[in-house]
């Protein structure tokens, strides 16, 4: 059930994204008299699940969710339809128009995509505020994996900066790290500020490293496995875990690390049950479980802050909230193509996607991951690659300062080339996703 409704989300927040890019691409369109033959929401070579025609256009859902389109009189797209060009240009035709109605009808869909982000993150403002973990208030420090070990860290470490400045965000720092390449992080110790020099391959691993360091929290019992041993000898939701055989392991990462020593073995485990401190003994099974699921609801162990906007508030923060994401998104799109970061090496595709959906319906969780993807559609089609929008209108450009216009032979050229290296992309986007959630 859980991935049908990561499924559902994605496809309908894809859905919405695409029909409103397109609608764009339509929109100048028509304002400048320009037939639009078709309007699709995702592709339909050999076959269609659904059209009809009115007027001029034909609109129709396709079998194949990769995008959509919008198919223009007299422009050479996707579609590779060449046989209009033989024609002398109509003068409802995409060619037959100025250069500068051109340009806007080809980046139609990327001003929408930046405008729907801008609306929709004014609009989870407006109703949810924000809502985030101030990383002061991080009391019981962090808990750290093998990686973040290696790298200085230890569980415990309460984060102060990165590089000397603060990240108001707990959940930002990881990012702050990858983004700006970070060399130190400063961290509280044992009451003391330790500086520790961050080591050089750290932002290759951090990418493919989903943790790193986490919160770290009291380890109460929030709910059992179906075949719980601990709730079989007595354990009880709300219970407080203390010790395993006299050794603290008041954190879950204590716990964790303390229990996968002791398996097959009879263990002692301490616990505190309202104002009592109990003792019961239990035999950890061999795959180290106990059948325990830990509370991880922050609200309960820490202050979270909270930032309500009224409407006319929300409008500006909107704007701000989604030319801060852009920016953050452009910077992460350059270690992609970063020798040392090997960001490529990370690179996911349709998986990858769906995967940010939480696996029960969310408003919150879907419109933000709407607006951010919405922002990606929007960056990613106005790269100056040909059969993208941005490469297109590159050439439109060129045309407008030099006033020679490329010939038609050549921008059907461009368009295979660009198609070629779209598809050798989300081939190897999508490979990668294969390998990583089936084969490791």
């Known amino acids: 059930m859980e991935i049908l409704i990561k499924v559902a989300q994605f496809f309908l927040s894809l859905s919405i994204l695409v029909i409103l890019h397109e609608f764009g691409h339509f929109f100048f369109a028509k304002l400048f008299k320009t037939r639009v033959e078709k309007f699709y929401l995702f592709f339909n070579p050999w076959f269609s699940i659904f059209k009809f025609k009115k007027g001029e256009t034909e609109y129709g859902i396709g079998w194949l969710p990769l995008g959509g389109y919008v198919k223009i009189s007299g422009m050479i797209d996707e579609s590779m339809d060449l046989e209009q060009l033989k024609q002398p240009p109509q003068p409802y035709e995409f060619r037959a128009k100025p250069a500068w109605q051109r340009l806007l009808m080809l980046i139609g869909g990327v001003l929408v995509n930046f405008i729907l982000a801008f609306v929709i993150y004014s609009g989870i403002l407006y109703v949810w505020g924000e809502k985030y973990l101030p990383t002061e208030n991080v009391k019981y420090g962090i808990a750290v ?216 319906w969310d ?25 993208l929008d941005g490469g297109h209108a590159l050439f439109v450009i060129y045309e407008m300062i030099t006033g020679r216009k490329p010939s038609d032979k050549f921008l059907e050229k461009a368009q295979i080339i660009g198609f070629i290296l779209l598809l050798a992309l989300i081939l190897y986007a999508n490979f990668n996703d294969v390998i990583r959630f089936f084969f490791k």
């Not at 960056?379 to 040909?386: A, E, G, K, R, V």
């Open 145 to 360: 994996d093998s990686l973040a070990y290696e790298a200085g860290l230890r569980s415990g470490d309460k984060i102060i900066s990165v590089d000397n400045k603060k990240i108001d965000d707990f959940f930002k720092i990881k990012l702050a790290i990858v983004m700006e390449d970070a060399k130190t992080i400063q961290v509280m110790r044992d009451s003391q500020i330790v500086n520790i020099k961050l080591p050089d391959n750290l932002v290759h691993s951090l990418i493919r490293n989903k943790e790193f360091f986490t919160v770290r929290i009291p380890f109460i019992i929030s709910d059992f496995t179906k075949e719980s041993v601990a709730k079989q000898v007595g354990f009880q939701k709300g219970d407080v875990l203390l010790a395993i055989n006299d050794e603290k392991a008041e954190y879950f990462d204590q716990f964790k690390s303390i229990l996968s020593k002791h398996k097959n073995d009879s263990i002692r485990v301490k616990l505190q049950r309202n104002n009592d401190s109990i003792v019961i003994p239990i035999r950890v099974p061999a795959s180290g479980l106990l059948g325990i699921y830990p509370e991880s609801n922050l609200e309960n162990f820490f202050e979270l802050k909270q930032i309500n906007y009224g409407f006319f508030q929300s409008i500006p923060a909107g704007i701000k909230k989604g030319y801060n994401t852009l920016v953050d998104y452009v910077k992460q799109f350059k270690i992609i193509f970063s020798s040392k970061a090997k960001g490529y090496e990370s690179l996911g595709g349709f998986l990858t996607i769906g995967s940010l959906f939480p696996g029960t």
């Open 363 to 387: 408003w919150h969780s879907f419109w933000s991951l709407t607006a951010f993807l919405s922002v990606i559609l929007a960056f990613i089609n106005i790269l100056p690659i040909p059969a």
